[in-house]
């Protein structure tokens, strides 16, 4: 894996905002895609995941009752500051001066997502903003709705730092980067990838956290 390609890329709406793709041959849990995007700096440089917050926040201000952020693949410096955003007593806002939680769910043995009972109220009858900081095929996010579903919350909005696909179940994921940032980016399910079928090495597995090379 050569990251001396990688391509770096500003935000069309925020010039703070900049991520890195670098070209290969890369294995999700999920799929395989042609790019690792890489948003670390965005979720762990206080400054940067600041201005990500301030642009997220921007989507929900005026129209979303928010309660609840569930904060999902490490983003919960994001979602502290989106959270303070959203409430700031200074502006005009829906969720002015209001208390936001911002929680993290949990996995169990069975990998399967859950909250325990100190956070379902946080959960149940809240109008819940899911925040992810990648998505590539839709389906760990899926599975999230369906579990704050499960505890009776209210998915109100969805942002994430990139995103592959425009929405779920007809929810707009408002995203602060797309493939349309990244020019030939693709994702291919495993059985269709051309790479593999040329016989070109997997670079590394890939998520959200990160990258292992192989």
Do not use: C, W
């Given at each position: 894996?050569?990251?001396r390609n990688a391509i770096e890329i500003i935000s069309r709406?925020?010039?703070?905002l900049k991520?890195?793709?670098?070209?290969?041959?890369f294995v999700t849990s999920h799929s395989h895609i042609n790019f690792y995007i890489d948003i670390t700096k965005i979720k762990h440089?206080?400054?940067?995941?600041?201005?990500?917050?301030?642009?997220?926040?921007?989507?929900?201000?005026?129209?979303?009752?928010?309660?609840t952020i569930v904060c999902m693949d490490g983003s919960e410096v994001i979602g502290s500051f989106?959270?303070?955003?959203?409430?700031?007593?200074?502006?005009?806002?829906?969720n002015r001066s209001k208390n936001i939680n911002v929680i993290a769910p949990e996995f169990n043995a069975n990998n399967q997502m859950i909250f325990r009972e100190n956070l379902m109220p946080m959960v149940e009858g809240k109008s819940i903003i899911l925040l992810i900081a990648s998505i590539t095929t839709g389906k760990t996010i899926k599975r999230s709705i369906e579990c704050i579903n499960y505890y009776n919350g209210k998915v109100a909005g969805i942002?994430?730092?990139?995103?592959?696909?425009?929405?779920?179940?007809?929810?707009?994921?408002?995203?602060?980067?797309?493939p349309e940032d990244i020019p030939h980016y693709t994702t291919y399910s495993m059985r269709d990838c051309p790479k593999c079928k040329e016989g070109v090495k997997i670079d590394a597995l890939v998520n959200s956290f990160g990258y292992s090379q192989i």
């Open positions: 894996m050569n990251t709406t925020n010039p703070q991520i890195s793709a670098i070209p290969g041959h440089r206080h400054m940067m995941a600041l201005a990500a917050a301030e642009t997220m926040a921007s989507q929900y201000k005026q129209s979303t009752v928010v309660d989106l959270a303070k955003d959203l409430s700031d007593a200074t502006i005009l806002s829906m942002s994430a730092i990139f995103s592959a696909i425009p929405e779920i179940e007809g929810i707009k994921i408002n995203a602060l980067f797309t």
